[in-house]
């Protein structure tokens, strides 16, 4: 057994494995550690940046703004703690002055990608999902290898029913990370959506990646089976297509089953184990 660590360790450990502990940090601060910050040196402002995060998370207002407040004398001309303010703002729902804040810090330094990402969540927060787009579609010109940038604006189109612009978005997803197996399940779920002849056969040909690099992807596997029988009954298949379709058909039918009769036999043998 280790030694217990300090508060001021514990939040340091949090820190640097990025674990945001909200609650946990914030009983720490309440608990006494706001009484002796002013010793902590340099990393005190470490720890006001985290207790304050924690109590926006938690919608204690006031603890946040103490911790700004505190910054704001020691960095007055910081970016990163007027975020902090915007954040403060957000929280409380006075969209207006967040906006106004943030499009302060954007116009100081346009390259503040943390800035841009926090006005896209206030357009989202006050449901502007349009002009979300258009904010998270200039910041990805900028900055086009964010991944999550792009998994949020295919999220943000799903929720427009904006399908074709959405399956773009995971095609960006899936060059950057060509071995995820649930990229390629969405990519097929998408094309599925959209219909037609030939995005049922990208569909299918995705799910079947899917299942290639996970084998265990149940729902790839289904939405194989839904794909192939689509297209073993669309007129404007040729005979030899719908032949290979219907064999798929068959064989994912069949795999659906086995799944499903293991699946019942664990259940079976696990229920009898708590007798």
Request: charged content about 25%; hydrophobic content about 40%.
């Amino acid at each position: 057994m280790g030694a217990q660590k300090s508060d001021v360790e514990q939040l340091r450990y949090w820190r640097e494995n990025n674990d945001r502990k909200s609650r946990e940090v914030l009983d720490i601060w309440l608990n006494g550690l706001w009484l002796k910050v002013n010793s902590l040196g340099n990393e005190k402002f470490l720890v006001l940046e985290q207790v304050c995060l924690a109590a926006l998370d938690c919608h204690i207002p006031n603890v946040a703004e103490t911790c700004i407040e505190s910054l704001s004398q020691s960095f007055p001309s910081s970016l990163r703690v007027r975020k902090l303010h915007a954040m403060y703002f957000e929280a409380k729902e006075d969209f207006g002055t967040a906006t106004d804040i943030l499009n302060s810090i954007i116009k100081a330094d346009e390259t503040n990608s943390a800035a841009r990402k926090r006005k896209v969540a206030v357009l989202k927060a006050q449901g502007r999902t349009v002009d979300a787009i258009k904010e998270l579609t200039d910041y990805l010109k900028i900055f086009m290898a964010d991944v999550e940038a792009w998994q949020e604006l295919a999220e943000l189109y799903i929720s427009e029913q904006d399908f074709s612009k959405a399956a773009f978005c995971v095609e960006e997803l899936i060059l950057h990370n060509p071995h995820n197996h649930l990229l390629h399940q969405r990519y097929a779920d998408i094309k599925y959506t959209i219909g037609g002849l030939e995005n049922l056969e990208t569909a299918r040909s995705y799910y079947s990646q899917a299942l290639k690099i996970n084998p265990k992807n149940m729902r790839a596997l289904y939405g194989l089976y839904l794909t192939s029988s689509a297209l073993s009954t669309s007129a404007k298949c040729s005979s030899q297509r719908k032949k290979e379709a219907a064999k798929l058909v068959e064989r994912s039918l069949k795999e659906i089953k086995k799944r499903y009769s293991e699946a019942n036999l664990m259940v079976t043998a696990l229920a009898a184990l708590e007798i």
